[in-house]
């Protein structure tokens, strides 16, 4: 009986700063999260990458698609917390290590970067197997298509499901997209709003196109550089879903 579900594909960047949102959130509200999968690569199945992606989008997307059947399995064997813990090792090597922002986007996806973390996080080494297993692409597009059906098709990730077991379903909504990782207090608040918003039937979007580049190593953004705001537009939902 989870409080939250929240929909991820590893290689999204605002993926991975709500999901450090919502650890907080959770930590300090004692919310049961459970973590399930939307595939950015199955997603954009149909779509012509070199016209409408910028460049090394493709690879990224499919090292994504290669990391989900890893935690599939993960999830199958070892159970929600585990892909909890490997989810947030990942997480910091690709987006926050000091080397992030040189790391090639299909090489995120390979065992070489992969397999240390599973020994990290406790988990068997031999587990890198499931990156090329193809079977369980149905059951990534299925949960994939769960998450769209909370939201319609024109978002990407992350995908967040409020309250699911409640009697009137909960509800469910693509974001926020947020650039950096509030503070405790910040943390919490923005929760409270952000929900109360979704719960209004009649709320559909709230957005502004002029935003600060994502506060992550893997963008070249420093510590100097946090809260500049420019007019950067790499997050738009066409690129990022």
């Known amino acids: 009986m989870a409080d939250l579900r929240f929909y991820l594909d590893p290689v999204c960047p605002f993926a991975w700063m709500t999901s450090r949102w919502v650890r907080t959130v959770a930590a300090h509200s ?12 199955l ?6 990458y070199d016209a409408q992606f910028p460049a090394d989008y493709e690879a990224g997307h499919t090292a994504g698609l290669r990391v989900l059947r890893l935690l599939h399995r993960v999830r199958d064997e070892h159970g929600n ?4 813990r490997l989810h947030a ?9 000091d080397d992030s922002a040189d790391l090639d986007a299909g090489f995120r996806g390979t065992a070489p970067l992969v397999g240390p973390l599973l020994e990290e996080v406790g988990l068997p080494a031999w587990l890198v197997e499931a990156l090329d297993d193809t079977a369980r692409d149905a059951a990534l597009q299925a949960e994939t298509d769960e998450a769209l059906a909370l939201t319609g098709k024109d978002v990407g990730t992350p995908i967040l499901h409020v309250e699911p077991d409640a009697a009137d ?13 509030p503070d405790d ?6 929760w409270d709003h ?3 918003l979704a719960r209004f039937g009649g709320f559909a979007e709230l957005k502004r196109s002029l935003r600060e580049r994502p506060q992550l190593a893997s963008f070249g953004v420093t510590t100097a550089e946090v809260g500049a705001t420019d ?9 990022h879903r």
Do not use: C, K, M, T
């Not at 950067?232 to 690129?239: A, K, L, T």
């Open 30 to 41: 004692d919310y049961d999260v459970e973590w399930r999968f939307i595939s950015l690569r």
């Open 43 to 48: 997603l954009n199945a149909h779509v012509d």
């Open 81 to 84: 917390d585990a892909v909890e």
């Open 89 to 97: 090792a990942y997480g910091r090597r690709i987006f926050e290590a």
């Open 169 to 181: 379903g909960g509800v469910g909504f693509f974001g926020p997209v947020i650039s950096r990782v």
């Open 185 to 190: 207090e910040q943390a919490v608040a923005l």
């Open 194 to 196: 952000v929900v109360g």
């Open 231 to 239: 007019d950067w537009h790499g997050g738009s939902r066409r690129q």
